[in-house]
């Protein structure tokens, strides 16, 4: 038996008691499942807890007499445990901020159940300041939400209209829903997805449209979710590592971005390594920086890049708009 669990057992004992006094020590064992031996050990602990002071009128009472000769378990002096604590305004503003964050992403029957919570919570902090923070998610549209929110519960594959960022591009896609969850401002959905063949994480602001099926979503053995509790980039541990030669005016990136290294250049820009889990995120980066960066290791990352602009060029040269 742990410490923390005897603690959380005569956090629930003592209530317990003061409803039934005289109640038999086999009963109260049975209660709680525990063996009477151990229930004489909680006792001798309860005993000599109390408030502040130690002093004999300070200290839960409990007849160790009535206990000894008549089997019976006789409580008082306890009459503060019983009453609700107030919670401070720190402690109301944390409990109030993280409902309010899962509130933007839940659908409608789980929304009205946050609503009940956060009321109840604003009446238990009284007057305390608890609206001074406010919360902001990017979570889409309502209607969107809710019918993430009903595949995932109902376990139905979602037809799913995405735009994808890192190519400009819109996709559509059968996925499997998997996890909703709000990280760094922002509203995801984990799901398997079938034209990836693998798992894949969506913004729900950029969810242009969704449609439940009736189809079950299927089991995906040895998938595992990420550990986002550190946030996105500590996530990225195991991601191949990119160096890029930064130009001057592209030394913004090294603040914007969490890097491994950053090492001044003769030209005054910067040399950065930095994990890279995506290669059409690092795509994307690189024709953003208009030539102000330079992929040097790992051989090959920037080709792509480097074609995407050609093909650009070449676009622009049929069209008689090259210089």
């Known amino acids: 038996m742990t410490s923390q669990a005897q603690v959380r057992r005569l956090l629930s004992l003592v209530p317990y008691l003061r409803e039934h006094d005289g109640a038999k020590l086999t009963d109260v064992a049975e209660a709680f499942g525990i063996t009477v031996k151990t229930l004489r050990d909680d006792l001798n602990v309860l005993w000599m807890c109390g408030m502040p002071g130690l002093t004999p009128g300070d200290l839960i009472d409990i007849d160790m007499d009535a206990v000894e000769t008549e089997g019976k378990i006789h409580l008082s002096n306890a009459d503060y445990l019983p009453r609700p604590l107030r919670l401070s305004?720190?402690?109301?503003?944390?409990?109030?901020?993280?409902?309010?964050?899962?509130?933007?992403?839940?659908?409608?029957?789980?929304r009205d159940a946050i609503e009940r919570a956060l009321a109840k919570l604003e009446l238990a902090a009284g007057?305390?300041?608890?609206?001074?923070?406010?919360?902001?998610?990017?979570?889409?549209?309502?209607?969107i939400r809710a019918r993430v929110t009903d595949g995932l519960q109902r376990g139905k594959r979602l037809d799913l209209t995405y735009d994808v960022a890192s190519r400009a591009e819109t996709t559509r896609r059968q996925v499997d829903p998997?996890?909703?969850f709000v990280l760094e401002g922002a509203g995801y959905l984990d799901a398997w997805c079938y034209l990836a063949g693998d798992l894949r994480t969506f913004r729900l602001d950029r969810m242009a449209a969704v449609e439940v099926?009736?189809?079950?979503?299927?089991?995906?053995?040895?998938?595992?979710?990420?550990?986002?509790?550190?946030?996105?980039?500590?996530?990225?541990?195991?991601?191949?590592?990119?160096?890029?030669?930064?130009?001057?005016?592209?030394?913004?990136v090294a603040e914007y971005y969490p890097t491994e290294s950053v090492a001044p250049r003769p030209d005054g820009g910067l040399r950065v390594s930095l994990r890279v889990?995506?290669?059409?995120?690092?795509?994307?980066?690189?024709?953003?920086?208009?030539?102000?960066?330079?992929?040097?290791?790992?051989?090959?990352?920037?080709?792509?890049?480097?074609?995407?602009?050609?093909?650009?060029?070449?676009?622009?040269?049929?069209?008689?708009?090259?210089?």
């Open 127 to 143: 007057h305390q300041p608890t609206d001074r923070a406010e919360v902001d998610v990017a979570a889409g549209r309502a209607d």
């Open 277 to 323: 889990s995506d290669p059409a995120w690092l795509t994307g980066l690189v024709l953003r920086l208009g030539g102000g960066a330079t992929v040097v290791t790992p051989r090959g990352a920037g080709d792509s890049a480097r074609e995407s602009a050609q093909e650009a060029l070449d676009q622009y040269a049929a069209l008689g708009l090259a210089d």
């Open 178 to 180: 998997l996890r909703l």
């Open 213 to 252: 099926t009736e189809t079950d979503v299927a089991p995906h053995p040895g998938v595992v979710l990420k550990d986002l509790s550190g946030g996105w980039f500590a996530s990225l541990a195991d991601a191949p590592l990119v160096t890029l030669d930064l130009a001057p005016w592209s030394s913004w």
């Open 89 to 110: 305004t720190d402690e109301a503003l944390a409990l109030m901020l993280a409902l309010r964050t899962l509130r933007e992403i839940a659908g409608p029957g789980r």
